[in-house]
């Protein structure tokens, strides 16, 4: 068996940052600390940060009032940013600055009378929050068919964001059939999709065809894990999105299968690891490591974290 490691993989600057955010607030603040939503979309972390007395809410009503609570990698809508102050939260932002710069984006053009066409996953945190940032000025669509019932006059005031985890090749079928349908309309030169994003895709895209199984380190609700799987299988490939080695079945290999290992933005490397030890141990499987393209991108902490407290 051969293991294809496909590099960049797993934590992006904004997982990192957030993580980061997370234990330093922890250490500087105590449990029990707030989270609005999953900090990042990852069980494993999820699961070690409650540990630590981290409590996730999905709202703000369960946040007892003077208590600190971070807002997640995802961003979240002003709504929420007014509760928190009506309650008196102690609030720390761990929005992603890609992130942000698609809500600042959203913003902007709602003030210069713009109609917002976001293309996006409904029902996402990431959605949720930027959506929210302009919410009578917004439509949402996810695919082609949504563009076709899009009913503006040809001559509306229009500008289109993405979110920032979507599939690279499917986006770019959405914003052409906006821009034929809409010629006039605004937006980013291509779209939002983040570094991150497109860079895992990239390496799945590359290396893909040398494997016969893919295995994707990443939780069901991580927007881009799945869309690495999707990648896969599109080529043709069975891929597997796993959270742990635990969930690893052996009956999807062969023993001299080669398989093309990612993991997502938000999946922990020691998860990668994991199921490379067990599938080394299990079929004596070498490893190549294959960079597509090398990422120094990091993010600093939020603002709230950068001074100390006076005491
Ligand atoms: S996947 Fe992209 S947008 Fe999301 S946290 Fe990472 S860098 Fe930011």
């Not at 603040?29 to 699961?47: D, S």
């Not at 990668?272 to 190549?288: G, M, S, W």
């Amino acid at each position: 068996m051969k293991l294809i490691l496909a590099n960049p993989r797993g934590f992006c600057a904004g997982v990192n940052m957030a993580i980061e955010a997370l234990e330093t607030a922890l250490t500087r603040f105590g449990a029990p600390l707030y989270v609005y939503h999953e900090i990042v979309h990852n069980r494993p972390i999820v699961v070690r940060f409650r540990a630590k007395g981290v409590i996730f809410v999905d709202s703000i009503a369960e946040v007892p009032p003077g208590s600190t609570v971070m807002y997640s990698a995802h961003g979240v809508a002003p709504e929420i940013r007014r509760q928190s102050a009506e309650r008196n939260l102690r609030a720390i932002d761990a929005t992603c600055p890609l992130v942000t710069k698609v809500h600042t984006a959203a913003i902007r053009y709602a003030k210069e009378g713009y109609t917002i066409v976001y293309i996006g996953h409904e029902g996402h945190d990431e959605v949720i929050g930027t959506m929210g940032e302009a919410p009578d000025s917004i439509v949402l669509v996810e695919d082609v068919e949504d563009v076709a019932a899009l009913t503006f006059p040809p001559d509306t005031k229009l500008a289109f964001l993405t979110q920032t985890t979507l599939s690279v090749d499917e986006t770019r079928g959405i914003i052409a059939a906006l821009r034929q349908k809409y010629p006039q309309i605004a937006g980013p030169s291509q779209d939002d999709i983040c570094y991150a994003t497109q860079n895992r895709q990239e390496a799945v895209r590359d290396l893909v065809d040398e494997a016969d199984v893919v295995i994707v380190l990443g939780s069901r609700n991580s927007s881009n894990s799945n869309r690495l799987a999707e990648i896969a299988r599109q080529n043709g490939k069975a891929a597997y999105l796993i959270d742990t080695v635990a969930e690893l079945n052996l009956n999807w290999f062969r023993p001299t299968d080669t398989i093309l290992i990612t993991a997502g933005a938000s999946a922990p490397e020691d998860h990668v690891q994991e199921v490379i030890n067990h599938l080394r141990h299990t079929f004596a499987a070498e490893v190549e490591t294959r960079t597509v393209r090398e990422e120094n991108v990091r993010f600093p902490l939020p603002r709230e974290l950068r001074v100390l407290p006076r005491i």
